[in-house]
T-cell receptor, first 109, second 113 residues
Framework: KNEVEQSPQNLTAQEGEFITINCSYS?????LHWLQQHPGGGIVSLFM???GKKKHGRLIATINIQEKHSSLHITASHPRDSAVYIC???????????FGTGTRLQVFP | DAGVTQSPTHLIKTRGQQVTLRCSPK?????VSWYQQALGQEPQFIFQ???????QRGNFPDRFSGHQFPNYSSELNVNALLLGDSALYLC????????????FGPGTRLTVT
């Protein structure tokens, strides 16, 4: 079993829909990252969370440390949101990131 | 303020050759981490450098080595290239410490033929 699990693996949405991507982890962490990767591209950091909730534009990220679960929400989705969204946790004992397998999102006009 | 930069963007090598990839961290950052992302897979941690020393290492063979310079830039070297080394190599920089966010570069896509 992977230490970081994401769901769903693939997600298709119509423009304007509200989207939720989930991440569960099994290790002790000091922080959780949500990352975005476009096809063939590098990685952009969206959020780093250690508790609570953060919002940036149409993106909202929440984390529940007790339940070892985080969600990334996209409101009013747009085709330019189409990308792979990756959850990565920073292990409590080290600085290295452990990555989930990603959620491939496609938003159609 | 320049973010994390990597060079080259793409390169093609032949099996058995050696390659050097370069990374310049975001201004003010002192720690550089390297990740390998095979096609369709999640990134895997290779190693991390701080104060010119390898601080942590993932499950990669000794063919993968690195270096950090006094200006905090870093190199990743891979010897005796295998077809399986074909991947996107990502560099991330941060300040040392778990409270600091890692910033990723655009990556170098290595193809081994």
């Amino acid at each position: 079993k992977n230490e970081v699990e994401q769901s769903p693996q693939n997600l298709t949405a119509q423009e304007g829909e509200f989207i939720t991507i989930n991440c569960s982890y099994s290790v002790g962490i000091s922080a959780l990252h949500w990352l975005q990767q476009h096809p063939g591209g590098g990685i952009v950091s969206l959020f780093m969370l250690s508790s609570g909730k953060k919002k940036h534009g149409r993106l909202i990220a929440t984390i529940n440390i007790q339940e070892k679960h985080s969600s990334l929400h996209i409101t009013a989705s747009h085709p330019r949101d189409s990308a792979v969204y990756i959850c990565a946790v920073r292990s409590y004992n080290t600085d290295k990131l452990i990555f989930g397998t990603g959620t491939r999102l496609q938003v159609f006009p | 303020d320049a973010g994390v930069t990597q060079s080259p963007t793409h390169l093609i090598k032949t099996r058995g050759q050696q390659v050097t990839l370069r990374c310049s961290p975001k201004s003010g950052h002192d720690t550089v981490s390297w990740y390998q992302q095979a096609l369709g897979q999640e990134p895997q941690f290779i190693f991390q450098y701080y104060e010119e020393e390898e601080r942590q290492r993932g499950n990669f063979p000794d063919r993968f080595s690195g270096h950090q310079f006094p200006n905090y830039s870093s190199e990743l070297n891979v010897n005796a290239l295998l077809l399986g080394d074909s991947a996107l190599y990502l560099c991330a920089s941060s300040l040392l410490g778990q409270g600091y966010e890692q910033y990723f570069g655009p990556g170098t896509r290595l193809t081994v033929t």
